[in-house]
T-cell receptor, first 114, second 114 residues
Framework: DTAVSQTPKYLVTQMGNDKSIKCEQN?????MYWYKQDSKKFLKIMFS???????INETVPNRFSPKSPDKAHLNLHINSLELGDSAVYFC?????????????FGAGSRLTVL | AQSVTQLGSHVSVSEGALVLLRCNYS??????LFWYVQYPNQGLQLLLK??????LVKGINGFEAEFKKSETSFHLTKPSAHMSDAAEYFC????????????FGAGTRLAVHP
C-alpha cells in the first residue's frame, strides 16, 4: 500500500481551466502539506493542515484552495489556471509527537498548463 | 528569514569516489536539519536528519552528515559513490518553532560516472 498517494500523476490542461489534485495518506498522520516544485527543482511549501485545520498558508494566489475533508485527505483545487502554475505538486504528511518533523512525501503530480 | 544554501547545483564524481554535498543554513538558533533524495520522476525520500544529540548522523544507503554549529553547516558525505546514487539531493531545515515548515535548499544534482 502506498503511504501517501496523489492523483492524478500527470495533468495537462488549458489556461483558464479549473483542476484538482487529490492526496490521501494511510499512515494515520495528523498533519498534511502541499509543496510546489518549479521547473528549476526548487521546492516551496504552500499549505499545511493539522487535523483539518489550516496552520500554514504561504503567499499563494487565492486561486489555490486546499480542502481537507478529514485528516487522511488534503486536496488542492486550482482555479483559472495560468502558465506559471505548471509545476510538480507534492503532497506530504507527518505525525505528531515522536517523529513529528519527518515528512513522508507522495510521488508528485506533474501539472502542465498550455 | 531562514535560508538554506547548497553549494554547487551539479556535482559529478567517479564510481567509488568520495561524495561531498555542501549545505549551509542561516540561523542564530540551530534548526532541525535534513537531507532528502529525489530519484528521477519520484517523490522525496528522507536520507537522514539531525535534531539533537550526536552531531554526526548516519542515514540510509551509506550516507552521513555532520552538524557543525560554528560553521552553520550540514554537509552530506558518502565514502564511495555507486551508480545508483545519481539523483537530486536536497538539504532542508525546520526553523525552531517552525510548525514543521520544511524549508529546502535549491538542490544538488549528483552524477556518478563509471
Amino acid at each position: 500500500d502506498t503511504a501517501v498517494s496523489q492523483t492524478p500523476k500527470y495533468l495537462v490542461t488549458q489556461m483558464g481551466n479549473d483542476k484538482s489534485i487529490k492526496c490521501e495518506q494511510n499512515l494515520g498522520h495528523d498533519t498534511m502539506y502541499w509543496y510546489k516544485q518549479d521547473s528549476k527543482k526548487f521546492l516551496k511549501i504552500m499549505f499545511s493542515y493539522n487535523n483539518k485545520e489550516l496552520i500554514i498558508n504561504e503567499t499563494v494566489p487565492n486561486r489555490f484552495s486546499p480542502k481537507s475533508p478529514d485528516k487522511a485527505h488534503l486536496n488542492l483545487h486550482i482555479n483559472s489556471l495560468e502558465l506559471g502554475d505548471s509545476a510538480v505538486y507534492f503532497c506530504a504528511s507527518s505525525p505528531t509527537g515522536n517523529g513529528a518533523n519527518v515528512l513522508t512525501f507522495g510521488a508528485g503530480s506533474r501539472l502542465t498548463v498550455l | 528569514a531562514q535560508s538554506v544554501t547548497q553549494l554547487g547545483s551539479h556535482v559529478s564524481v567517479s564510481e567509488g569516489a568520495l561524495v561531498l554535498l555542501r549545505c549551509n543554513y542561516s540561523s542564530s538558533v540551530p534548526p532541525y536539519l535534513f537531507w532528502y533524495v529525489q530519484y528521477p520522476n519520484q517523490g522525496l525520500q528522507l536520507l537522514l536528519k539531525y535534531t539533537t544529540g550526536a552531531t554526526l548522523v548516519k542515514g540510509i544507503n551509506g550516507f552521513e552528515a555532520e552538524f557543525k554549529k560554528s560553521e552553520t553547516s550540514f554537509h552530506l558525505t558518502k565514502p564511495s559513490a555507486h551508480m545508483s546514487d545519481a539523483a537530486e539531493y536536497f538539504c532542508a531545515v525546520i526553523p525552531s518553532g517552525g510548525y514543521n515548515k520544511l524549508i529546502f535548499g535549491a538542490g544538488t544534482r549528483l552524477a556518478v560516472h563509471p
